[in-house]
């Protein structure tokens, strides 16, 4: 009995740090600004929010909200994204900003059938750099991140991400990058 | 204030503002205007102290108590449904020190207590108690002590608020604006209502860009959105967009539609800025002149600037290269906070009675392509910011004079027409950059306290004190 359970446990941290390892991996296409092969990383029905946030008492449900949302993109929205950074007119990216994902505090929050399929729901931290042009000046973006990832054909694939920012009001002048 | 004190407490600003005064009438703007900490302090107290500024919505507010938090300028106001029902708009600031007593962006109280002494405040402002009452304040007049209320006045819904008290009431400030407006809000018996939390996000741009953007600067969407166009996201030719009117409605206001002149009205391509029919068919035409009727019809897209810095925009646009286009309605604020500093804020309106999923597709539409990540916008806010920075550098200040003669001396195709149904003097096609200069004489205007507009009218104030109409 309680080797079965030392296996489950061992299972789980493996699966974690296939997640961790998937997502790593994830953040380094996205920061080299590789987005076509990004996008090969989603699931057909990947989807990707980042709700607005505002501040709210202390005894309110939450200060997320359900109905606004920076982004709130399917794969269809996704790749119209990414067609118009191809285009001959991204003047905000192109020349492309400097960012810089830092994923930390991995979190496995549920696994569905962790032996055949399988869908697992990872939270992390995030914290992503932004630079642009000669400026010193540079952007942070801090948040959590609750990503479900399924495996689909024997490959991780991200099939939900909801970025939880600890920001109301943006200090960056656009979102033109993905988190 | 009269001339003289502005140009004593002023000097640089004036001088410069004095400049453009004269180099405008030839389309020429110096571009030190657009980051100069003399001229915005100088703007705060002539244009945010005495102009109506676009705060939110009565949707947002729907229940008693509840309240949101908005700004005028730096100062934050509380804009709060009291018990009554009535809206009030208060200056978020205890009167025994000046703490601030709103704690959230928004929600719902019956009372705002200052978290420093205790001072408790009614939602409608009134001052009721404090702790120690007796011992501490015992012959204070309460009703001496309630929050500042701030004027304010409500159109389709809208909140403005004003800070000065010598300033003609909303509708006679809102000028020909209305007719353009009435076009827009009044189509449905239910009216319009926010979508959800409006978006605020900080860019290092000075405010008079956003809204000179929004008064009628068709012209750059054939280039910087050249990337909408090319993948699709909006069903417009931005070449073929440019048929349309640019219009001064008056008081500094500015609409420019995309509608092709002398149109066979029942081949428009996207009539009614392409609403689906089952939901144009609901539209309340009856409240409509005939112009109007005409106008709403046959025009694809529409925007404009309420003087100073609130706008609207509604056009067709869709999230994904295989969904319908959708229109959306998206109102700004463009808050001003600093000489190269602005909060954009952006909400997304629908009428109320249409069906939930066509809201939850122009939010998302809308908000795809205008908004911070939206595939218009994005561009935009970049070249606001490089502006802006030009306008600040020494050298540029100095010898930078910035073209905006699109539509004289024979430049741009846009010319008076004369017969334009509509009030307000009319341009076509939108290749002009009449508007820009319209915005730039009234604000000049009103930054040198001069009396007669550009059109050498008498401008409509009519020396009344209008304090009376503050709520409380």
């Not at chain 1, 932004?130 to 990832?149: I, P, W």
């Not at chain 2, 000049?444 to 008498?458: P, S, Y």
């Amino acid at each position: 009995m309680a080797k079965t359970i030392q296996n489950q446990l061992v299972d789980k941290d493996l699966l974690v740090r296939e997640g961790e390892r998937f997502l790593y991996t994830e953040a380094e296409i996205l920061d080299a600004g590789d987005y076509q092969k990004w996008l090969t990383l989603l699931t057909d029905d990947i989807a990707y929010q980042i709700p607005i946030r505002t501040t709210r008492e202390r005894n309110a449900h939450s200060s997320f909200s359900s109905q606004a949302f920076h982004m709130n993109e399917n794969k269809a929205s996704l790749e119209m994204r990414v067609a118009r950074v191809y285009t001959d007119y991204n003047f905000v990216e192109d020349p492309p900003s400097r960012s810089r994902h830092f994923l930390t505090n991995f979190r496995l929050v549920s696994v569905d059938k962790p032996n055949s399929k399988c869908e697992m729901v990872m939270k992390c931290n995030m914290l992503i750099y932004r630079s642009k042009f000669d400026f010193v000046s540079h952007d942070v973006l801090s948040g959590e991140r609750e990503d479900t990832l399924r495996k689909e054909d024997g490959r991780w694939k991200l099939a939900k991400r909801t970025v939880y920012l600890d920001h109301t009001t943006m200090g960056m002048s656009n979102l033109a990058i993905f988190l | 204030m009269n001339r003289n004190k502005l140009a004593n407490r002023y000097p640089r600003a004036t001088e410069i503002l004095e400049e453009m005064k004269d180099s405008i009438k030839d389309g020429i703007i110096p571009i030190g205007i657009f980051n100069d900490e003399e001229i915005y302090q100088m703007e705060i107290e002539q244009i945010f102290g005495r102009k109506w500024i676009f705060l939110g919505h009565e949707s947002e507010i729907p229940e008693q108590g509840d309240y949101v938090l908005r700004y005028i300028g730096e100062d934050p106001f509380i804009v709060a449904r009291d018990e009554s029902g009535e809206i009030n708009v208060m200056l978020d600031a205890c009167c025994h020190r000046g703490v601030r007593i709103c704690k959230a962006e928004q929600g719902n109280t019956s009372h705002f207590r200052c978290p420093y002494h205790g001072w408790i405040y009614k939602n409608n402002g009134k001052l009721i108690g404090m702790p120690a009452q007796r011992q501490a304040y015992n012959d204070l007049n309460k009703e001496d002590w309630g929050l500042i209320h701030i004027r304010l006045e409500i159109y389709h819904g809208f909140i403005f608020g004003c800070l000065s008290q010598d300033t003609p009431p909303l509708e006679t400030y809102l000028a020909d604006q209305k007719y353009y407006l009435d076009m827009l809000f009044g189509l449905h018996k239910g009216g319009v209502e926010v979508l959800a939390e409006p978006q605020r996000w900080v860019v290092n741009a000075n405010w008079k860009l956003a809204a000179e953007n929004f008064s009628g600067d068709d012209y750059h969407l054939i280039f910087l959105h050249h990337s909408a166009s090319d993948i699709g996201a909006t069903p417009y030719s931005m070449f073929e967009n440019m048929k349309g009117y640019h219009i001064h409605a008056g008081n500094g206001h500015c609409v420019s539609i995309a509608l092709e002149r002398d149109q066979d009205g029942s081949k428009t391509e996207f009539p009614y800025w392409n609403f689906p029919k089952d939901i144009y068919k609901t539209f309340d035409l009856d409240s409509l002149d005939e112009k109007q009727k005409e106008i709403v019809r046959d025009s694809k897209e529409m925007l404009g600037n309420i003087y100073p810095n609130s706008s609207f925009l509604v056009m067709s646009v869709t999230s994904d290269q295989q969904s319908e286009p959708v229109p959306f309605f998206s109102i700004r604020q463009w808050r001003p906070l600093g000489p190269d500093k602005i909060e954009i804020w952006n909400w997304m309106f629908m009428y109320k009675d249409t069906p939930e999923q066509f809201k939850q597709d122009s939010y998302r539409a809308g908000m795809t392509n205008f908004s911070m990540s939206g595939i218009f916008e994005m561009d935009d806010t970049l070249t606001w910011e490089t502006a802006t920075w030009t306008a600040g550098n020494h050298f540029s200040k100095k010898n930078l004079k910035l073209n905006y003669q699109m539509g004289m001396y024979r430049m741009g195709t846009a010319e008076v027409d004369d017969k334009w149904p509509g009030p307000g003097k009319a341009y076509y096609p939108r290749y002009g950059e009449g508007n820009q200069r319209y915005l730039y004489t009234s604000y000049l205007r009103d930054m040198l306290g001069e009396e007669k507009d550009q059109e050498g009218a008498e401008i409509k104030q009519d020396g009344k004190d209008y304090s009376k109409s503050i709520s409380r």
